[in-house]
């Protein structure tokens, strides 16, 4: 979706071989059918690195100006949905289209018991809304449900233009955003498993199997079965990379923990300012951006608190309503490390109206992916957007622990620091520590790895209280005071 652009290679990386540019031109313009788009694109590229999705095959039948792509939504309205229910989702699913820069023209909604098989809206709607569709030049109609690829098939010979569905959409948007090849990688594995069971409209341009005694298979039929088992061999090739993945992270969290550091992981929904608090806490310089999916690939820093501890900090993928399982399944490796964490921080839009369903939806993702009973520290972003501020603190006594900030400008960082400090605190060991002045290497230990309670080197020797994780208490043993050690357990 977006601007109609001429095709170049690098828009479909996942393709090594692109036809020569002025064939793909002369193909522009003949305005010629989706099937023979298929054939022609297939007779250029690789079949071992075959990824069609439903988006590069439209790219190819659009013109070559430079016009922002005309969007037209639909939504359905079952009987366990709300009226405001689809209109949230609808305005979502607005913003997911304005993220792949199109322009949304409208939108419309049917009241079904049920989705009707053939075309998900019924025959009857879809011809009436394919008429304002074609009284306003649509190019894209999108809908806010998964279709079937039979749904989509049938639809576009209703509509007459292209038709997607969110999940589409969504992974539209994050083919874009993949940056790294653990990103990427994962994208594609997405894309595939999404492609595979909707392959058959790709060739429907191809003969079909014959009938009569002594069949013979079409090209239709075996080039069918052909893509699919090269489709199949692929994602298993990146099902095996991905491992490969997850072993590497594996060994990175070995390594980290090493250190004995406690790892928080920010989740939240999407374009709530996750990366936003993160580089405000830490420095990093993760992308943030008012945009939805702005952070596909995460980003650990360190984070020290005041309490002298150091935390491993990392941000995720945002979360979002509908999230297809396939790209939760895609990105696991990812999402291990909310999984693996110590702590999450849940990072709420408190300025969003309706932000009680985005929670819900992030608590389902979480269900998910089995993180949902980890210890969670809710993190109400954006309070500087608040016209009532006294609503910050009504919602935050609805939850056990719960905080109110702006990341942007670093309101409530304090009380944010020390619930993460109190909620990732080991059991340390409170000591009275006598230690030579000339034994500098130990003091200069001592001021990174323990929080300070009292420091005196009024006398011969320094004399510190501390409290000290267990796991560094023996680099100290030779400068104990044992007449005043204690052991507070929970601090």
């Known amino acids: 979706m977006g601007e109609h652009r001429s095709v170049r290679c690098e828009q479909f990386p996942i393709l090594d071989v692109a036809p020569p540019l002025f064939q793909v031109e002369r193909l522009l313009t003949a305005r010629v059918d989706e099937g023979q788009v298929a054939g022609f694109w297939w007779s250029f590229c690789p079949v071992s690195c075959f990824c069609i999705a439903d988006q590069i095959l439209k790219a190819l039948l659009n013109t070559t100006d430079h016009r922002t792509e005309r969007a037209f939504l639909v939504g359905v309205e079952l009987k366990s949905r709300s009226t405001r229910d689809i ?278 993702v979480l269900e998910e992916i089995g993180a949902k009973d980890k210890p969670t520290l809710m993190v109400f972003n954006k309070v500087d957007r608040l016209t009532v501020p006294d609503y910050a603190v009504t919602l935050c006594q609805s939850f056990p622990a719960a905080v109110a900030v702006s990341a942007r400008h670093g309101a409530g960082f304090s009380e944010l620091l020390g619930q993460i400090g109190a909620m990732l605190r080991p059991i340390r060991d409170f000591l009275d520590l006598s230690v030579p002045f000339d034994a500098q290497k130990a003091i200069a230990r001592l001021h990174a790895v323990g929080q300070i309670m009292e420091e005196d080197y009024s006398g011969d020797r320094a004399r510190f209280r501390v409290r000290l994780p267990q796991h560094v208490r023996h680099e100290f043993e030779p400068y104990r005071v044992l007449d005043n050690s204690q052991s507070i357990p929970g601090e």
């Open 87 to 364: 209109q949230d989702s609808l305005d979502e699913l607005a913003e997911l289209v304005a993220t792949v820069g199109a322009e949304v023209v409208g939108n419309a909604t049917q009241k079904l018991e049920s989705p009707t098989p053939g075309t998900f809206i019924g025959s009857g709607k879809a011809e009436e809304l394919a008429q304002l569709c074609k009284a306003q030049a649509i190019d894209t109609v999108v809908f806010d449900d998964e279709l079937s690829g039979a749904q989509v098939r049938n639809l576009e010979k209703i509509f007459g233009c292209r038709v997607m569905d969110r999940t589409a959409l969504i992974l539209e948007i994050f083919a874009q955003r993949a940056r790294t090849r653990e990103g990427k990688l994962q994208v594609e594995l997405a894309q595939l498993e999404y492609l595979l069971p909707r392959l058959t409209r790709f060739w429907s341009h191809l003969s079909r199997q014959r009938g009569g005694l002594g069949a013979i298979g079409g090209e239709g039929e075996s080039q069918l079965e052909s893509d699919r088992r090269k489709i199949q061999e692929r994602i298993d090739k990146i099902r095996e990379e991905l491992e490969d993945v997850r072993r590497q992270r594996t060994t990175q969290r070995s390594g980290r923990q090493r250190h004995q550091w406690p790892l928080a992981s920010i989740v939240g929904y999407t374009n709530a300012g996750k990366s936003t608090l993160l580089n405000a806490l830490t420095g990093a310089s993760a992308v943030a951006e008012d945009k939805l999916f702005a952070t596909l690939d995460p980003t650990t820093r360190r984070l020290r608190l005041p309490t002298n501890q150091n935390v491993l900090l990392s941000d995720t993928v945002g979360f979002i309503r509908k999230l297809p399982h396939g790209l939760v399944e895609a990105f696991k490796a990812t999402l291990e490390e909310v999984v693996e964490a110590d702590l999450l921080l849940h990072v709420v839009d408190i300025s969003h109206p309706n932000l009680l369903a985005q929670i819900d939806a992030v608590n389902a």
